[in-house]
């Protein structure tokens, strides 16, 4: 059979179609992939249990998880963070203070310890962004909830804020607990949750969202991307409704906040409706809209299966969440059993997100701990997926986006570092402000006066610039990062800890066909072709000097290393 309508089946599959292959598939989607051994314990349950072991996780331990410890960065000075380093220093000249900091009564730079301190809070949240993202990425690689994991990750991609314009580690930590204890639960409440987050708000600019000039951001934004789509409201929808019933949302720091004087209360005409409407009432009424449970069940469907996918079963998937109430769980249910969701259209066709490649990575590993050589910040930065910094408000591409000739190549250098990692030549990135930083650092220690520390190489320093100025910049960027530096927990810095020689040796494997074959079973979802595995046993065969494990045994693991970063670096190892 043949075209959509053999593809899209949303019936069950039967014990008798469920195995080995299929629980894999299952694993690869519904979590980030799993050792052989995890694999196996689901192909021994009925589907429906093992869908539901994967789904239902609310009740499984998650005890051995550590909660975010923070550096201690925070204080509630930064409570009104300035918007920009001018808008600092002007306030501390006009109250004489900013950021808890007074300025100087006399001596040279009055301004610079406001200064000082302003450029510290930028460092020091960057750094902590950092921290949380590399704890998340170990929550991912360690947790007994995978779909949790991995929902909380579409969402994130999907309610895209930045640290970039956000500049507070807390409203993103705060942001994920939303979105991860609304994962699967109902895409109404976490509507709610998420429009009333201190991290969209300020995202989407709710404090310029006044009566009398409302700002159409937020009420854009929840249509085109969270709810609707393009092409599903009108300007004046969001002109005179979205925007109007929004005004007066804004947060007191970790607060979601309404101020009645700025809300305008007046009657708007949203969506063919007319009313006094608050901000509540337009998410409820966009969630009554058909296009909203089309719009989402889709976004969702093609996360976890496919991308391509008909307008009728599009019509299909969102009154099957409709119906559900927009519950996420019965939703992901449905389409975890269904004869569509391990069709050949469906299976080993999901370009891995960056994410993704290193979870999985190490989940099939079956490491127990985030490595932190390589650097996780590093190689999701060089492959394009930074998390707590998606690119836009619409998050990031997917699919093909992710592959190029070059990214290739580098995903082929982190299955390098995974099997061969640098550790003589690792520096801690986190450890590194930058070459000016370092340079401005290395004059002062040298004795050089702070205006001669700081200009241009091959500039003349003026012997009275120094005493004219009221602040340094880059004097200042120096001092708050060696401030945030001196405060930052540091990461754990292993490596990857695993040993492929068991691995292969656990699985039976007594010549290098069958250890290759075992590595295979490990790592990959979709078959080599027949010239690239004969290669990959003629390769480990002429590393081994043998054809016989038993024989090579003493110095098995090197070689196997060279095969596995050889299957790491195919174009199958991206799928899933």
């Known amino acids: ?33 799993g050792t052989p051994a995890e694999i196996e314990r689901l192909a021994r349950m009925s589907p429906e249990a093992a869908v539901a072991s994967l789904v239902d996780y609310a009740a499984v ?64 949240t960057v750094l902590e962004t950092r921290r949380l993202a590399f704890w998340w990425l170990d929550r991912m690689v360690t947790t007994n909830r995978p779909l949790e994991e991995k929902m909380t990750l579409f969402w994130h991609g999907h309610f895209a804020t930045s640290e970039e314009k956000l500049r507070d580690y807390r409203k993103i930590q705060l942001q994920l607990e939303t979105l991860r204890r609304g994962a699967t639960g109902n895409f109404g409440d976490l509507l709610i949750a998420v429009a009333k987050d201190p991290a969209m708000l300020v995202f989407l600019d709710a404090a310029q969202n006044v009566k009398g000039a409302p700002n159409e951001n937020f009420g854009r934004e929840v249509m085109e991307l969270f709810t609707m789509g393009v092409g599903n409201y009108s300007e004046d929808d969001i002109r005179e409704a979205a925007a109007r019933a929004f005004t007066g949302w804004g947060n007191d720091d970790l607060q979601f906040v309404i101020d009645p004087e700025k809300h305008d209360a007046g009657t708007k005409l949203f969506l063919g409706r007319e009313g006094n409407f608050a901000g509540e009432d337009i998410l409820r009424i966009i969630l009554e809209q058909r296009q909203t449970a089309i719009y989402i069940a889709s976004k969702i469907y093609r996360f976890f299966v496919r991308e391509e996918i008909s307008p009728e ?23 975890f059993l269904s004869e569509d969701f391990y069709c050949e259209a469906s299976v ?166 069958e250890a290759v074959d075992a590595l295979i079973r490990q790592l990959l979802r979709v078959p080599l072709t027949p010239p690239a595995h004969a290669a990959l046993i003629e390769t480990l065969t002429a590393e081994l000097g043998t054809a016989d494990l038993a024989q090579a045994q003493t110095y098995l693991e090197h070689p196997l290393r060279l095969v596995a970063h050889l299957i790491m670096s195919s174009p199958q190892f991206q799928l899933a």
Do not use: C
């Open 1 to 33: 059979m043949t075209g959509y309508a053999a593809l899209e089946n949303l019936s069950p599959i039967s014990a008798a179609d469920w195995g080995y292959e299929r629980a894999a598939h299952l694993l690869e989607r519904a979590g980030f992939g």
């Open 313 to 335: 079963f599009a019509e299909k998937l969102g009154s099957l969440l409709r119906d559900n109430g927009y519950e996420i769980a019965p939703f992901l249910r449905t389409i």
């Open 61 to 124: 331990d998650n005890a051995h998880l550590p909660a975010f410890e923070e550096s201690g960065f925070w204080e509630p000075s930064f409570k009104d963070f300035p918007v920009s380093r001018p808008a600092a220093t002007e306030l501390a000249e006009q109250a004489g203070m900013a950021m808890g900091v007074a300025v100087k009564p006399g001596g040279d730079r009055p301004l610079q310890p406001v200064t000082n301190r302003f450029f510290y809070w930028l460092r020091a």
């Open 348 to 513: 080993a066709t999901h370009i891995k997100s960056p994410t993704e490649l290193l979870v999985s990575t190490y989940r099939k590993l079956g490491l127990i701990a985030l490595p932190g050589i390589p650097d996780p910040y590093t190689v999701s930065k060089t492959l394009g997926q930074v998390l707590l910094y998606p690119p836009t408000v619409a998050g990031w591409s997917e699919g093909r986006a992710w592959i190029t000739p070059g990214l290739l190549f580098e995903r082929a250098n982190f299955a390098r570092e995974v099997m061969f990692p640098n550790i003589i030549e690792f520096r801690d990135p986190n450890h590194n402000p930058g070459g000016e930083v370092r340079r401005v650092n290395r004059n002062i220690i040298a004795g050089m006066e702070i205006t001669a520390a700081t200009m241009e190489e091959g500039a003349a320093p003026s012997k009275v610039a120094g005493m004219q100025e009221a602040f340094n910049t880059r004097y200042a960027s120096l001092m708050g990062y060696s401030e945030a530096l001196r405060k930052l927990r540091p990461l754990p810095r292993m490596a990857a800890q695993f040993s492929l020689t068991d691995i292969v040796t656990d699985a039976g494997a007594t010549d290098a066909a």
